[in-house]
C-alpha cells in the first residue's frame, strides 16, 4: 500500500505569508495527486488535482507542484480564510490521504 | 447541481447493525465512482472503499475490508454503507464523495454533508 506523509502537521502563519505543506509518497504516483481544504466543522473541498491542476472556484493563491514522490502545495499570501486543515491525497492505485497539516493565522 | 445527500445522523449500541445512504442527483449515477471516507473525531480523512454503481464493482482498503460492506442501487441512485456489527470504534463522520470525471482513477470531486455515527453502550 502507499503511504503518504504530510509535514508539517501543524503551522502558525501570519496573514500575507506564504505557506508552503509538503507530502511524500512511499513510491512513485506520477502526478496522481490531489489537495483538499477542510475547513472546521465543514466537508473536505477539493482543491487542486494532477498535482498542479487548480479546481474551478480555487483562488489562484493557491498553487501545487511535484512529480513522482514528492509534491507541494503553496498559499502564496495567506488570508484568514485559509484557515483549515489541508489534506494531501494519492488517487494513482487506491485512494490514500495524509494525515493532513492545520494551518492557523498567528 | 450535483449534489450528494446522505441519511441522518444514527445513535447505535455496540452489536448492532447499521446501513447509512447516499443519493446522488443531477448527474448520471452510473458514470462516476461513490467512495466512502471515515472521520474519526479530531482525526483525518480516511479512504474506505468505492464502488462503481454501473457494475456494483467495489473496492475496499484493505484496513476496512471484511469490516463494511459498501453497495449500490443504480434504480434509484443510492450508495449504501453498512455494518453488521457495530463497535464503539465505529463512532466517526462517514462521508461519501462522488469521483471528478475521467478515465483510470480520479479525486473526490463532490462531497455529501456526512452521516454522524455515534455507537455507545
Known amino acids: 500500500d502507499i503511504q503518504m506523509t504530510q509535514s508539517p502537521s501543524s503551522l502558525s502563519a501570519s496573514v500575507g505569508d506564504r505557506v508552503t505543506i509538503t507530502c511524500r509518497a512511499s513510491?512513485?504516483?506520477?502526478?496522481?495527486l490531489a489537495w483538499y481544504q477542510q475547513k472546521p466543522g465543514k466537508v473536505p473541498k477539493l482543491l487542486i488535482y494532477?498535482?498542479?491542476t487548480l479546481q474551478s472556484g480555487v483562488p489562484s493563491r493557491f498553487s501545487g507542484s511535484g512529480s513522482g514522490t514528492d509534491f507541494s502545495l503553496t498559499i502564496s499570501s495567506l488570508q484568514p480564510e485559509d484557515v483549515a486543515t489541508y489534506y494531501c491525497?494519492?488517487?494513482?492505485?487506491?485512494?490514500?490521504f495524509g494525515q493532513g497539516t492545520k494551518v492557523e493565522i498567528k | 447541481e450535483v449534489q450528494l445527500v446522505q441519511s441522518g445522523a444514527e445513535v447505535k449500541k455496540p452489536g448492532e447493525s447499521l446501513k447509512i445512504s447516499c443519493h446522488g442527483s443531477?448527474?448520471?449515477?452510473?458514470?462516476?465512482?461513490i467512495a466512502w471516507v471515515r472521520q474519526m473525531p479530531g482525526k483525518g480523512l480516511e479512504w474506505m472503499g468505492i464502488?462503481?454503481?454501473?457494475?456494483?464493482?467495489?473496492r475496499y482498503s484493505p484496513s476496512f475490508q471484511g469490516q463494511v460492506t459498501i453497495s449500490a442501487d443504480k434504480s434509484i441512485s443510492t450508495a449504501y454503507l453498512q455494518w453488521s456489527s457495530l463497535q464503539a470504534s465505529d463512532t466517526a463522520m462517514y462521508y461519501c464523495?462522488?469521483?471528478?470525471?475521467?478515465?483510470?482513477?480520479?479525486?473526490?470531486?463532490?462531497w455529501g454533508q456526512g452521516t454522524l455515527v455515534t455507537v455507545s453502550p
Open positions: 464502488i462503481y454503481p454501473s457494475d456494483s464493482d467495489t
Open positions: 494532477g498535482s498542479s
Open positions: 464523495a462522488r469521483t471528478a470525471p475521467g478515465t483510470g482513477n480520479t479525486p473526490f470531486e463532490f
Open positions: 491525497q494519492s488517487y494513482n492505485r487506491a485512494w490514500t
Open positions: 513510491q512513485g504516483i506520477s502526478n496522481f
Open positions: 443531477g448527474y448520471r449515477f452510473t458514470g462516476h465512482w
